[in-house]
């Protein structure tokens, strides 16, 4: 969907919620802003940019605002395809580059009290990650990119 000259949000769901992401066209550089999940980073993501552009080759920087799955799951595939440089939050760069470290910061944080995640979901944490995906830059704030 057209919300402005060279802006376009690309919708999915997850988890029966809405996701956008934002596909910002400069005269520069192309970002697109986070990666959804993996479902649709395949379903949504891939399609649109190939229809938009000559396809994910052509997105220059991809930022991805937090490490929630909605956010960060599709950038391994979104990088498989040819998208540029990944750029996040020092402080989420752990939980982006490996399910695991996500699994132990935040699912397993409550460890010591004798809570916690299942096989199952530390499983299903690992497929909406999409396996995690190497960061090229993170940002501590206050940079320009």
């Known amino acids: 969907m057209k919300l402005?000259?060279?802006v376009e949000i690309l919708e999915g769901t997850h988890g029966g919620r809405p996701v956008r992401l934002m596909?910002?066209?400069?005269?520069l550089r192309t970002l697109?802003?986070?990666?959804?999940?993996?479902q649709?980073?395949?379903?949504?993501?891939?399609?649109?940019l190939g229809e938009w552009m000559a396809g994910p080759s052509d997105v220059?920087?991809?930022v991805i605002t937090h490490a929630d799955v909605d956010h960060f799951g599709g950038?391994?595939?979104?990088?498989?395809?040819?998208?540029?440089?990944?750029?996040?939050?020092?402080?989420?760069?752990?939980?982006?580059?490996?399910?695991?470290?996500?699994?132990?910061q935040r699912a397993d944080r409550y460890g010591e009290h004798g809570v916690h995640l299942a096989d199952a979901g530390?499983?299903?944490?690992?497929r909406l990650t999409g396996g995690?995906?190497?960061?090229?830059?993170?940002?501590?704030g206050g940079e320009a990119i």
């Open 122 to 126: 530390k499983d299903r944490i690992r």
């Open 60 to 62: 220059d920087l991809l």
């Open 75 to 104: 950038a391994a595939g979104l990088k498989a395809a040819g998208a540029g440089l990944i750029v996040c939050g020092e402080a989420d760069r752990g939980m982006i580059e490996s399910p695991d470290v996500m699994i132990a």
């Open 40 to 48: 649709i980073c395949r379903e949504t993501v891939l399609p649109a």
């Open 32 to 38: 697109l802003l986070d990666a959804g999940t993996p």
């Open 4 to 6: 402005f000259d060279d």
């Open 23 to 27: 596909l910002l066209r400069g005269t």
């Open 132 to 140: 995690g995906v190497a960061v090229d830059i993170s940002l501590v």
